[in-house]
């Protein structure tokens, strides 16, 4: 019987797996036995054994248009990132997102979305791919809208494809794909049963520090692996971070901003895999995947908070960020090697994935005591029950000079004879120190850091905090700033007793009552004592207008509309002497998530057979997915660093609890209802994918490969459970209501009714007036569809389900007519079905409106491949062409203006703008490549471990889609595609002894990104905006365009004994300014996050024009340092 393939190499003698040649019996051997033959090296997976740059695949193995780099490429390489796996790469670049860091891959001219990426078989996060929701919402840094990443401690290895191959991967599988596999303790223990690696790095761009142990073990009929990584850093400096100016210097903050704002950022990745094997020809596997990227800091360069630019003013609030990427797969698998009629090897994999792209921003004052919303230059206290002065005494006040203006009013002057203020002095009678400017740099009295608030009488005491029965002192104070201050006279209140009464003559020489009130108020555990005064005047028989009878305090007299007792006013004349900041900093905040529950059955089979000794490899499979898609919007406000003087409630709600009244602010927390911009989705697919690799003799082979998928969209929306859609978003934009204008209750007291109170009802609560009862029943009527229209809307676009199916094909062959060439001919196709919020997203304004359309169909692309290799042994060369075309690319179109109406005709006069994602575009991209790998040991055995590479990759493509100018005018035209990098040349020398020590050179140079090879999709809008004389109309190239550089590194290890490894790595040699395509294609021409200065302007710190794009260059020179032991 066949062995199971992880343990059967086991049993074979060294000399066996010298041996094991192309032969095959049958396709299980063969699976067992490929393992062997990378094993027969004397060093294991995780051993730093590189030929060149990478871990060498057999020139027959190699698949045309594919790189596979394994987990000694990642080593040999010190790859930590997305960044660093495609660094040596050609043809493949990363998406960049300023603050959310890397966004998946571009690949063919396409990116993100259009590259599909798994991990174990199972696709990852897509970001919001519909245009309209990315100019809308990308510029302002409120969603993490970025595909997520993986830790590259636990990969096996990485298959990056190039070109068109939606058999591969299924839908998303345009420009290509980049499918990772995690590592299994079967990649250790081919030999042992136990196996253990810590390992330990640090990496100077960043400063990021990682450990990660490794452990697998075998035991009877069980094995296990655990791979834990910890990585600890910030954010990657940029060329020149130390010289640049940083906070509060003017200039460090905004879109001037030229060093890279700071984050702290960590990674933390668990994989646990249990494997249980019960016999020779069954496995069952356990499988826990946890990733969580999480990243905090400050967003000096976002653009609207307000400047910092003197040290010693007070600090206001600004934004800080909290983003994080975390990924959860949870997996079973069934494995079976019972070779029959049907399969030689059998996988079924249960797995359950969850995915959140997570973005937190928090605005709120982080200086402590210098935060301009805790100010209290006086240095006042509360002690006792009282407030006192600094030094803990009972407050004096004093009249003194004030300032004022002089008479031609050119400066400000204290006259001895002139205008008075209040001031609060010591026991020597002078006045306590406070600022003598305000923020205007006007100078100010004492006095006008006091409260003069509407709240300046009033006072919220916590009682877990401070004395809450002392005597409170109360002045009387006449005038204002303008005329002067005068002390009338004091009040002492006793803050244990409900109620303090005074009587006292108003300089108009009427009676007043001055009402002082402590209230009790609870919130949960925690009490507190609301301290105000008010006040109420003396009437006189026939002095009230609308009750000449009435004779009492104007407070306990009856209102005749309301019924009700007029009550106290405030009293402005007395007043609290305390400061005039809020007394707590606000923290706004933001949490806005997108989550992605993936549940997943994946059905593997291989089968190997001979038909007339054509050998066939044959491997099909059968996939069931469920998808959910959520976007969950949060929001609120809470206090930070509370002082005694902050205003902690403003209302008592229905459960007697103190709270804050919607709308305003205090330092009771406030959470607003969850809401989304997107309905969520479910998305079911099926699929059924066959790929064979036929060998037809030595000189002949083809691989054929066909997938059919079937997805079905299914919009749902539940209001009781779901967060709720802004109703502004939908009203009336795909049913109409009856009016489109909010009904307005009709008033009892118009004309056209004969109503006498308020209700217009009798005391048998009959109507005053029929026509009133009817106007009323035909309001409320209207007022119901009229508020139920969202909810229509909704039911609307959740009927909308949608259904897509696709048949893919692949055509490969390879032909070898001489031992020193191999031909090799590749036909793809791939496709992309829309993304539920292509779909269905839907925003309405004046200036920006999208509608859905659920009846978009799928991209398209077919890709066409040729190579030769030339190759001898180690060496090869290969030079290849291919072309790519897509169809049905999905763009945002303007469909014109649209006045929406009611069914009865009613509308708001508003033209609004309307958008439409449609299915416009086509594009192409065609180009060249060139990939050597010359071992100077082939030459002679003198040169051993010595070699050299070359990589060169050349693209060229355009897109036909609309283009817009300033005047709103539509075309169609041809225009350069941006995501296309420039050509980019990779030289390598790299020389290996003995697996004891080694090194390896990369010369990288990427040639300078063209003008005619951009695109500006702004273009319309900056003609409006740019005032430049020399601007040309016609000139629809990108603004930031990188310029050619050259790079340097190298990468050296040395092995001390056999389990120590000791690598270093130099980056950059020398420290070269210079920026890539990539990053620059992230600067915003709008919005408050990835602007630069792009005019000067020294009032918000822009000395030059384009100042800000420092932030976006790469880091100078840099190391990294990695030492690992293996047991």
Same mark, same amino acid.
């Not at 407030?387 to 031609?408: Q, T």
């Not at 359309?853 to 030079?879: G, M, V």
């Not at 920026?1075 to 021409?1085: D, F, G, N, P, V």
């Given at each position: 019987?066949n062995?199971?393939?992880?343990?059967?190499?086991?049993?074979?003698?060294?000399?066996?797996k010298?041996?094991?040649?192309?032969?095959?019996?049958?396709?299980?051997?063969?699976?067992?036995?490929?393992?062997?033959?990378?094993?027969?090296?004397?060093?294991?997976l995780?051993?730093?054994?590189?030929?060149?740059?990478?871990?060498?695949?057999p020139i027959?193995?190699?698949?045309i248009?594919?790189?596979?780099?394994?987990?000694?490429?990642?080593?040999?390489?010190?790859?930590?990132?997305s960044?660093?796996l495609?660094?040596?790469?050609t043809?493949?670049?990363?998406?960049?997102?300023?603050?959310m860091?890397?966004s998946?891959?571009?690949?063919?001219?396409?990116d993100?979305?259009?590259v599909?990426?798994?991990?174990?078989?199972?696709?990852?996060?897509?970001?919001?791919?519909?245009?309209?929701?990315?100019e809308?919402?990308?510029?302002?840094?409120?969603?993490?809208?970025?595909?997520?990443?993986?830790?590259?401690?636990?990969?096996?290895?990485v298959?990056?494809a190039?070109?068109?191959?939606?058999v591969?991967?299924?839908?998303g599988a345009l420009?290509?794909?980049?499918?990772?596999?995690?590592?299994?303790?079967?990649?250790?223990?081919?030999?042992?049963p136990f196996?253990?690696?810590?390992?330990t790095?640090?990496?100077?761009?960043?400063?990021?520090y990682?450990?990660?142990?490794t452990?697998?073990a075998?035991?009877?009929?069980?094995?296990v692996?655990?791979?834990y990584?910890?990585?600890?850093?910030h954010?990657?400096e940029?060329?020149?971070?130390?010289s640049?100016?940083?906070?509060?210097?003017?200039?460090?903050?905004?879109?001037?901003?030229?060093?890279?704002?700071?984050y702290?950022?960590?990674?933390?990745?668990?994989?646990?895999?249990?494997?249980?094997?019960?016999?020779?020809?069954?496995?069952?596997t356990?499988m826990?995947?946890?990733?969580?990227?999480?990243?905090?800091?400050?967003?000096w360069?976002?653009?609207?908070?307000p400047?910092?630019?003197?040290a010693? @003013?007070?600090?206001?609030?600004?934004?800080h960020?909290?983003d994080s990427?975390?990924?959860?797969? *949870?997996?079973f698998?069934?494995?079976?090697? =019972?070779?029959? +009629?049907? +399969?030689?090897?059998?996988?079924?994999?249960?797995?359950?994935?969850?995915?959140?792209?997570?973005a937190?921003?928090?605005?709120y004052?982080?200086?402590g005591?210098?935060?301009?919303?805790?100010q209290?230059?006086l240095g006042?206290?509360?002690?006792n029950? =009282?407030?006192v002065?600094?030094?803990?005494?009972?407050?004096?006040?004093?009249?003194?000079p004030?300032?004022? +203006?002089?008479d031609d009013?050119?400066?400000?002057?204290?006259?001895?004879?002139?205008?008075?203020?209040?001031?609060i002095?010591?026991?020597?009678?002078?006045?306590f120190p406070?600022?003598?400017?305000?923020?205007?740099?006007?100078?100010q009295?004492q006095?006008?850091?006091?409260?003069?608030?509407?709240?300046k009488?009033n006072?919220?005491?916590?009682?877990?905090?401070e004395?809450?029965?002392?005597?409170?002192?109360?002045?009387?104070?006449?005038?204002?700033?303008?005329?002067?201050y005068?002390?009338?006279?004091?009040?002492?209140v006793?803050?244990?007793?409900?109620?303090?009464?005074?009587e006292?003559?108003?300089?108009?020489?009427k009676?007043e009552?001055?009402?002082?009130? *402590? =209230?009790?108020h609870q919130?949960?555990?925690?009490?507190? &004592?609301?301290?105000? *005064?008010?006040?109420?005047?003396?009437?006189n028989?026939?002095?009230?207008?609308?009750?000449?009878?009435?004779?009492?305090w104007?407070?306990?007299?009856?209102?005749?509309?309301?019924?009700?007792?007029?009550?106290?006013?405030?009293?402005?004349?007395?007043?609290?002497?305390k400061?005039?900041?809020?007394?707590?900093?606000?923290?706004?905040?933001?949490?806005? &998530?997108l989550?992605?529950?993936?549940?997943?059955?994946?059905?593997?089979?291989?089968?190997f057979?001979?038909?007339?000794?054509?050998?066939?490899?044959?491997a099909?499979? %059968?996939?069931?997915?469920?998808?959910?898609? !959520?976007?969950i919007?949060?929001?609120?406000?809470?206090?930070?660093?509370?002082?005694?003087?902050a205003?902690?409630?403003?209302?008592?709600?229905?459960?007697?609890?103190?709270a804050?009244k919607?709308?305003?602010?205090?330092?009771?927390?406030?959470?607003?209802k969850?809401?989304?911009?997107?309905?969520?989705?479910?998305?079911?697919?099926?699929?059924?994918a066959?790929?064979?690799?036929?060998?037809?003799?030595r000189?002949?082979?083809?691989?054929?490969?066909?997938?059919?998928?079937h997805?079905?969209?299914q919009?749902?929306?539940?209001?009781?459970?779901?967060?709720a859609?802004?109703?502004g978003?939908?009203?009336?934009m795909?049913? @109409?209501?009856?009016?489109l204008?909010?009904?307005q209750k009709?008033s009892?007291?118009?004309?056209?009714?004969?109503?006498?109170?308020?209700?217009?009802?009798?005391?048998?609560?009959?109507?005053?007036?029929?026509?009133?009862?009817?106007?009323?029943?035909?309001?409320?009527k209207?007022?119901a569809?009229?508020?139920?229209?969202?909810?229509?809307n909704?039911?609307?676009?959740?009927s909308?389900?949608?259904k897509?199916?696709?048949?893919?094909?692949?055509?490969?062959?390879?032909?070898?007519?001489?031992?020193?060439?191999?031909v090799?001919l590749?036909?793809?196709?791939?496709?992309?079905a829309?993304?539920?919020d292509?779909?269905?997203?839907?925003?309405?304004?004046?200036?920006?409106?999208?509608?859905?359309?659920?009846?978009?169909?799928?991209?398209?692309?077919?890709?066409?491949?040729?190579?030769?290799?030339?190759?001898?042994?180690?060496?090869f060369?290969?030079?290849?062409?291919?072309?790519?075309?897509?169809?049905?690319?999905?763009?945002?179109a303007?469909?014109?203006y649209?006045?929406?109406?009611?069914?009865?005709g009613?509308?708001?006069?508003?033209?609004?703008?309307?958008?439409?994602?449609?299915?416009n575009?086509?594009?192409?991209?065609?180009?060249?490549?060139?990939?050597?790998?010359?071992?100077?040991?082939?030459?002679?055995?003198?040169?051993?471990?010595?070699?050299?590479?070359?990589k060169?990759?050349y693209?060229?493509?355009?897109?036909?889609?609309?283009d817009?100018?300033?005047q709103?005018?539509?075309?169609?035209? +041809?225009?350069?595609?941006?995501?296309?990098?420039?050509?980019?040349?990779?030289?390598?020398?790299?020389?290996?002894?003995e697996?004891?020590?080694?090194?390896?050179?990369? %010369?990288?140079h990427?040639?300078?990104? @063209?003008?005619?090879d951009?695109?500006?999709p702004?273009?319309?809008?900056? !003609?409006?905006?740019?005032?430049?004389?020399?601007?040309?109309?016609?000139?629809?190239?990108?603004?930031?365009?990188?310029?050619?550089?050259?790079?340097? =590194?190298a990468?050296?290890?040395?092995?001390?004994?056999?389990?120590?490894?000791?690598?270093?790595?130099?980056?950059?040699?020398?420290?070269k300014?210079?920026?890539t395509?990539?990053?620059?294609?992230?600067?915003?021409?709008?919005g408050?996050?990835?602007?630069?200065c792009?005019?000067?302007?020294?009032?918000i710190?822009?000395f030059?024009?384009?100042?800000?794009?420092?932030r976006?260059?790469?880091?100078?020179?840099?190391?990294?340092?990695?030492v690992?032991?293996?047991?």
């Amino acid at each position: 019987m066949n062995k199971v393939c992880n343990y059967a190499s086991s049993e074979l003698s060294p000399q066996s797996k010298a041996k094991i040649g192309l032969k095959r019996k049958t396709f299980v051997t063969l699976s067992c036995l490929l393992p062997v033959v990378v094993q027969a090296e004397p060093t294991r997976l995780e051993e730093i054994n590189v030929i060149g740059e990478q871990e060498m695949l057999p020139i027959r193995e190699k698949k045309i248009a594919e790189t596979v780099k394994t987990a000694k490429n990642f080593e040999a390489q010190q790859i930590q990132s997305s960044q660093d796996l495609v660094k040596y790469e050609t043809g493949v670049s990363v998406v960049e997102k300023g603050r959310m860091g890397s966004s998946g891959y571009s690949i063919r001219g396409v990116d993100e979305n259009r590259v599909n990426i798994t991990i174990d078989g199972l696709q990852q996060a897509e970001t919001l791919s519909s245009q309209g929701f990315k100019e809308l919402f990308e510029g302002y840094g409120n969603f993490n809208n970025t595909r997520n990443g993986v830790e590259i401690e636990t990969l096996k290895q990485v298959n990056i494809a190039k070109g068109a191959d939606s058999v591969k991967s299924g839908s998303g599988a345009l420009g290509g794909a980049v499918l990772f596999e995690t590592k299994d303790a079967r990649d250790y223990l081919i030999d042992k049963p136990f196996y253990f690696k810590v390992k330990t790095g640090y990496g100077s761009a960043d400063g990021q520090y990682m450990f990660s142990p490794t452990l697998a073990a075998r035991w009877k009929q069980f094995d296990v692996l655990a791979i834990y990584t910890d990585r600890d850093g910030h954010e990657t400096e940029n060329f020149g971070y130390d010289s640049y100016p940083d906070i509060p210097a003017k200039g460090a903050q905004g879109r001037s901003r030229q060093k890279a704002d700071p984050y702290h950022i960590t990674k933390k990745s668990t994989l646990l895999k249990l494997g249980f094997n019960p016999n020779d020809s069954n496995r069952f596997t356990i499988m826990y995947d946890d990733y969580k990227h999480h990243s905090r800091g400050h967003d000096w360069s976002y653009t609207l908070a307000p400047l910092m630019t003197d040290a010693d @003013k007070p600090e206001k609030e600004s934004r800080h960020t909290n983003d994080s990427s975390t990924r959860r797969n *949870v997996a079973f698998s069934y494995e079976n090697y =019972d070779s029959n +009629w049907l +399969w030689d090897s059998l996988k079924v994999t249960y797995s359950h994935q969850k995915i959140t792209q997570r973005a937190r921003t928090d605005e709120y004052c982080d200086g402590g005591e210098n935060c301009d919303s805790v100010q209290n230059p006086l240095g006042l206290q509360f002690k006792n029950g =009282d407030i006192v002065d600094k030094n803990g005494n009972k407050l004096m006040l004093k009249e003194v000079p004030s300032w004022e +203006w002089n008479d031609d009013y050119s400066a400000q002057i204290k006259k001895e004879n002139g205008k008075k203020t209040l001031a609060i002095v010591d026991a020597k009678g002078n006045a306590f120190p406070y600022p003598e400017k305000n923020q205007f740099d006007q100078k100010q009295n004492q006095s006008d850091v006091w409260d003069t608030s509407v709240d300046k009488g009033n006072l919220w005491i916590d009682c877990q905090s401070e004395n809450c029965n002392g005597s409170l002192t109360y002045y009387n104070i006449e005038g204002n700033s303008w005329n002067g201050y005068k002390l009338k006279g004091k009040q002492a209140v006793d803050l244990s007793q409900p109620q303090t009464i005074l009587e006292v003559e108003n300089p108009e020489g009427k009676r007043e009552r001055i009402l002082f009130s *402590v =209230d009790d108020h609870q919130n949960k555990d925690h009490f507190y &004592k609301e301290v105000k *005064v008010q006040k109420t005047k003396w009437i006189n028989k026939g002095d009230a207008w609308d009750d000449k009878n009435y004779s009492g305090w104007q407070a306990d007299k009856i209102n005749s509309w309301t019924g009700e007792k007029i009550g106290y006013e405030s009293a402005d004349n007395w007043q609290l002497i305390k400061p005039s900041s809020p007394g707590y900093s606000t923290n706004l905040w933001t949490d806005r &998530k997108l989550n992605t529950d993936l549940q997943q059955i994946n059905i593997d089979l291989t089968k190997f057979f001979s038909v007339k000794e054509v050998e066939n490899e044959l491997a099909y499979n %059968f996939v069931l997915s469920k998808m959910d898609k !959520q976007m969950i919007n949060r929001s609120g406000y809470g206090p930070k660093n509370i002082k005694w003087w902050a205003k902690y409630f403003n209302m008592i709600d229905k459960n007697g609890q103190v709270a804050c009244k919607p709308g305003t602010s205090c330092t009771i927390p406030h959470e607003e209802k969850p809401t989304t911009f997107l309905i969520p989705v479910e998305t079911k697919t099926g699929a059924f994918a066959i790929n064979d690799h036929v060998r037809v003799n030595r000189y002949v082979s083809f691989d054929l490969g066909y997938r059919y998928d079937h997805i079905n969209h299914q919009p749902h929306f539940n209001q009781e459970t779901d967060p709720a859609l802004p109703q502004g978003l939908l009203q009336g934009m795909y049913v @109409k209501p009856k009016t489109l204008i909010r009904p307005q209750k009709p008033s009892w007291y118009a004309k056209q009714f004969n109503c006498k109170t308020g209700s217009c009802k009798n005391a048998d609560g009959s109507y005053q007036d029929p026509k009133y009862a009817q106007a009323l029943q035909e309001y409320e009527k209207n007022l119901a569809d009229y508020l139920s229209n969202p909810q229509k809307n909704i039911d609307y676009l959740v009927s909308r389900k949608r259904k897509f199916s696709h048949s893919s094909y692949s055509l490969a062959t390879a032909l070898d007519p001489f031992d020193f060439l191999r031909v090799q001919l590749k036909y793809a196709t791939g496709f992309r079905a829309p993304s539920s919020d292509e779909l269905y997203f839907t925003f309405k304004h004046p200036d920006f409106s999208i509608v859905a359309n659920p009846d978009l169909k799928a991209e398209l692309a077919k890709t066409k491949e040729l190579a030769l290799t030339f190759h001898h042994q180690h060496s090869f060369i290969t030079l290849g062409a291919f072309k790519t075309n897509y169809d049905n690319f999905i763009q945002l179109a303007f469909q014109g203006y649209k006045q929406f109406t009611g069914k009865d005709g009613s509308t708001n006069g508003i033209p609004y703008r309307m958008y439409q994602n449609i299915n416009n575009s086509k594009a192409w991209v065609k180009g060249f490549h060139i990939h050597s790998h010359l071992a100077l040991g082939d030459i002679t055995s003198m040169l051993e471990g010595l070699s050299v590479g070359y990589k060169l990759e050349y693209q060229k493509g355009r897109t036909f889609g609309i283009d817009e100018n300033a005047q709103g005018e539509q075309r169609k035209i +041809w225009y350069p595609i941006n995501m296309i990098s420039p050509m980019k040349q990779v030289f390598s020398l790299g020389y290996h002894h003995e697996n004891k020590y080694g090194i390896d050179f990369y %010369f990288t140079h990427v040639s300078a990104k @063209k003008a005619k090879d951009t695109y500006n999709p702004y273009h319309a809008a900056d !003609q409006i905006r740019e005032q430049s004389p020399n601007y040309d109309p016609n000139d629809i190239s990108a603004k930031y365009l990188s310029k050619s550089y050259d790079i340097f =590194d190298a990468i050296g290890y040395i092995k001390p004994t056999k389990q120590v490894t000791i690598q270093l790595g130099i980056y950059n040699i020398f420290n070269k300014k210079y920026a890539t395509w990539e990053s620059l294609q992230s600067i915003r021409r709008f919005g408050t996050s990835n602007m630069i200065c792009q005019a000067e302007n020294p009032t918000i710190g822009c000395f030059t024009q384009n100042q800000g794009i420092e932030r976006f260059y790469a880091p100078g020179r840099n190391f990294k340092i990695n030492v690992s032991m293996t047991f």
